[in-house]
Every structure is written in C-alpha cells, then in structure tokens.
C-alpha cells in the first residue's frame, strides 16, 4: 500500500507505552506505599491514577502483570476524558490486548484522545488513516493528523511525516529539504521516544553534512531537545555548547544559522574543548560564518591537537603533506594566539 512506513508505521500505536518503564522507575524503594496511593486514589475514581495503576499493570511494576486489568483501569480513566487513557485503551484494542482485538473501538478511542489534543494518538490516528485500518484510507486525513503530532513534537509524527515527503507518498511532492527538517526535529529529541533512532539514522543516510547522524543513532539523547542544550550551553556546558555548533550549522531541526554555529563552537574551544576547536579551525579555513583566517585555522588546530584530538592531528598532518605548515612549528602558533 502507498504510504506505508515500514515497521514504525506498524509499531507507532504503542509509542505511549514507554510510559511503563517510567512508571517502574517512579516505585524505587517506598513501593507499597506508592502503589498503595495509586489504588487509593484510582478507586475514589481520580483518573490520572486510574491511568497509572493501569500502567503498572500492564508493565508488571509492583504487582502481578494482568493486561485484562489494565485494560480495565485504562477504561475508567477514558471514560472520564483521561487523554492518554483514550489513547492507551485504542492501542489495546487495536492488538487485541487485554480485550478483544476491535479496530472500530480502537479508532473511537484513539481518536477521542487525538481530539483532545494528545499527540501520540494524532500520529497513531495519522497512521490508522494511512494504512486504511479500521477506518476507509484516506491520505489527506492521514496527513492532517501526522502533521499536528508533528507540529506538537511527537518524534514518532515527525519521522512518519519526513519519510512521506522523502518518498514523495501520500498525495506530497517528493521533498528531501521538508524530510530533512522534520528528521532533524525527531532527531534531537530523546532516544526513547519511538522515531528518534530512525530519524537519525534517515539523517544519517543522506551522508555528507549528514554523517554526523551516523555515530549518534543510538545515542540516548545525544543532541537533545534544543531548549535543554540551550540551557546546558549557557550554564558552560562544552559539549551542548559543540553540540549546538552542530545543530545550527547543518540546520538539524533550526533554522540554519552560520553566525550562531561560529559563535558556540567560540565558546566552547575557548574552554579548551578539543572538538570544537577543530570545529572552529575549519571554519575560519573555509570562511563558514566568519571571515577567512588561516592563521586562526591552524593556531585551533594546534590547541586541539595538543590535547591528541585526532581531528585535529589528521588535519595537520594534511596541511603539513601539501607544504601548508609544519605541525612542528604549533607551540609557537600556540603562544601566539594567547598573546593578548
């Protein structure tokens, strides 16, 4: 069928379900004293515990795993107009867990849930319209509700999106530039969130400025959300501050922006971080977001290859090859960048 996206495509509608480990993790020491609040709570009908007593008894935390239960529970919290309760309860539906596998109540609940608002069941809706499941195919719905998951900054949204426009499906113009934008977006986020490794790893495919991608697959939130490295970076951090320099000179997920890339990889070779300061050495060599400066090149390429960076060696030993400069003569080129 056109359109289909492979095995996320198949797997989106359990996206929420990462809930689950969170919910495990939360438990820690005090167990029963938590899981004892959770039931007291859901019984006196309070539906964001009803939602998360279900969580844990679909994933087994703290009591005995019982899908029918948690089915049951996600069913009163939906029933009040619980969000991600809806949205749980379609998936369920919709494999046949817990319940008997129905696409038409999946569809009902899903799309109460994606009506409300919630993104993971606007891409799952997306997906359903897509694949004509349970409901008559229809690429144009598909793509209004992919869009608004993605817009919201579901990942797995954006890497359905992107690979639409990338193979030119679904009624969209093929369109590498809007599939490289919206894996950009994926790609910054969380590796635990559904979309993120696969958006990378598209990136990573395109190869050339693209390659950077392919070492951070399945990094855990390598780059991560551009606000938390924002954050990081102003608090000193050298590796958001490189990262950044990444993001805003291949335009990954921003809008690209030479100056701002100049200006973090700045910060962070000043620091006497190795990996920017080849960073930064390439750009004043190829005048990307400030002026030409070969001196400058080669004085950053001596810093960072003083700490061994390999970068930095390799690009030396390719200028001292070509009769550029002898890497002998850093120290000198060294002290001078420090004169005032």
């Avoid at 998360?52 to 049951?72: E, F, W």
């Avoid at 897509?130 to 900054?153: F, M, P, S, Y």
């Avoid at 934008?181 to 910054?188: C, M, S």
């Avoid at 050339?208 to 606000?227: D, H, K, L, Q």
Wanted: glycine share 12%; net charge neutral; proline share 3%.
């Amino acid at each position: 069928m056109e359109g289909v996206i492979g095995p996320l495509g198949r797997a989106v509608l359990f996206i929420g379900m990462a809930m689950f480990a969170c919910s495990a993790h939360a438990l820690g020491d005090d167990q029963a004293a938590l899981l004892k609040r959770v039931q007291t709570a859901a019984k006196a009908g309070d539906a964001k515990a009803e939602y998360q007593l279900a969580n844990l008894y679909l994933s087994g935390a703290g009591v005995r795993k019982d899908a029918a239960k948690a089915a049951a529970w996600y069913r009163k919290a939906a029933d009040q107009g619980y969000g991600p309760a809806q949205s749980e309860l379609g998936a369920l539906y919709l494999r046949g867990i817990g319940v008997p596998k129905d696409e038409a109540q999946a569809i009902v609940w899903v799309r109460k849930a994606a009506e409300q608002g919630e993104m993971t069941a606007q891409s799952d809706l997306g997906m359903l319209y897509l694949n004509g499941q349970g409901v008559e195919q229809d690429n144009a719905q598909a793509l209004v509700w992919l869009r608004k998951a993605a817009e919201q900054g579901s990942a797995a949204g954006q890497h359905n999106l992107a690979s639409l426009y990338q193979r030119g499906s679904a009624g969209l113009a093929k369109d590498d530039d809007e599939a490289k934008r919206w894996y950009g977006k994926a790609a910054l986020q969380d590796r635990s969130q559904l979309g993120v490794s696969q958006s990378r790893m598209a990136l990573c495919l395109y190869r050339r400025e693209y390659e950077v991608w392919c070492s951070e697959a399945e990094s855990p939130g390598a780059f991560g959300p551009v606000e938390d490295l924002v954050a990081a970076a102003e608090r000193g951090d050298t590796q958001a501050q490189t990262r950044l320099g990444d993001i805003y000179g291949k335009g990954i997920g921003v809008q690209k922006d030479e100056a701002q890339s100049f200006n973090w990889y700045g910060k962070a070779a000043t620091a006497g971080y190795a990996p920017a300061q080849t960073r930064l050495g390439y750009l004043y060599s190829t005048g990307v977001g400030v002026a030409k400066d070969e001196d400058a090149s080669i004085a950053w390429y001596c810093e960072a290859a003083a700490q061994g960076y390999r970068g930095a060696l390799t690009n030396l030993e390719i200028l001292r090859t070509y009769g550029l400069f002898d890497p002998k003569e850093c120290p000198t080129r060294r002290a001078l960048r420090a004169t005032p």
